[in-house]
């Protein structure tokens, strides 16, 4: 019934197969040409075809074969379709201004390769590919599950191992050839086993757990960039925590993110049913299929491993972690080799995370104010913060589980603006030029200071005028400069009186030996050594 689902609606990969196979049917290379891999497998589960690799039994039959159909069809175009690889016996093509059956099949790439086997010399270790059979093909590849082919000459379905059909049916994961040799052939293919294991949710035999462990260090010779990639589609998978547990079980996440092993038996507050880790993966299972916001879910809560604190009746603490979690993101991520876009948008929403805590279960203790200045700081990335930020209040201790609070307040900031992020950025009525002018200083940090001041009021009240913006400028330099005349005894402070530069700056908490903001360490005990540290900047 699928499969007849999907003849009614074909997906422009299967009108390219249907065409091929029509014309492979009357040509040179009948009974020569086999889909491979993972679109067999899909078409076996009932899943649309996606990704179209042939190969051809044949000597230098992929490059060869995609030549010929190019220009039977009148796509050739020499240097660029096909383009080959010799050394590999490879060609990718497309079937560019070729119309079938109503569908333009022109924007679907096809790769074709020869099958191949390795030939080793005497002595070295890198094997030289070369010409095989089907069988041998399938024995190099990384599952019986993507071992698999289907004549497009007959439309018969092969399965050279003898196991792919069935481990299908049984939902198992498992390599054509003993595990260790596959592996030793590309290191990668065990966070590959792995990924399908999740996505499909089959199951892997003990052997095959065995060998990933036993084989865990080579994925250290692997790209970072390879091991991204995988990693990403791990993450977009149905069972994600999944994937993740494997990988830490086997010991492979030592070569991805052994920053998260850290965080295994790491105890929480009253607040958390989990350790860390445990608690990360629940936030990972919780969140919505964005891979900006599931990324996101497996860094945020990292810098607790660091930032821990226990109170002498016990309480813990997690001052900053946020902050944290953070910067090791960015460490991770770099490492990885994502994109400077991707490393900052992750980075800014673990830093963010925990901005709207206190908004209570229906939100209503967040202020309008505060909820401006979050959607200003998030700016573009609100949808996945949104997302991370409802998983992680959802798996939190029964009692401290806010599922209603997210929902609420991502209405309440559609109702601040017009929903679209540029609207939540701050538009004030006056700049540093009408400040300098009205108060006769130069450019410096006082006057960012009080442009500081009037963008905190625009969060109040966004309708704000010139003449009121300034006026308040005016007084906060007022303030300031008689604040500083008087030197305010430190242990007297009052964070209101002190200007937004003060407040943002830096200090060591020599608890944590984590940097936090002078504007948090204020706010601890008065005999907490990071408050003392942020009062005795004050006095400067």
Known sequence: MIRFYNLLFESTEESVLDYL?????NGPYAGNVFLAGGAVRDEILGVPVKDIDIVVTMPDGGIEFAEWITKEVGAYRKESNPVTFPKFGTAKFNLRGVI???????????EAVMTRGEKYERGSRKPEVVYADLHADAERRDLTVNALFKDLTTGEILDPTGKGRQDIKDGIIRTPLDPDSTFADDPLRMLRAI???????????KELVVALTRNAASLKNISAERIQDELNKILMTNHPDKGLRLLSATGLNQYVIPELDATKGVGQNAYHKDDVFDHTLEVLKNTPKNLTARLVAVFHDLGKVETKTTEPDGKIHFYEHELVGAELAKKVMNRLRYSNDEIASVSKIVGLHMKLKHAGEDGSKASDKSLRKFMAAIGDDLEPAMLIMQADNISHSDKASQPDQIPALYKRMKELNTGHPADAKPK????????MKALDIKPGPMVKALL???????FEDPTIDAKTALNLAVRSYKRLEKSRADKTPAASVDPKTLSPTILNQRIRNPKTKQDILVRTALKYPDNHPAKMAALKLTKR
């Open 195 to 205: 990924r399908f294991a999740v996505k499909y949710d089959w199951k892997m035999p």
């Open 21 to 25: 196979s029509r014309l492979i049917k």
């Open 100 to 110: 079938h059956k109503g569908v333009d099949l022109s924007n679907v790439d096809i």
């Open 452 to 458: 500081k001041t009037v963008e905190n009021a625009w």
């Open 428 to 435: 004030l009525p006056i700049n540093g030029n009408d400040i």
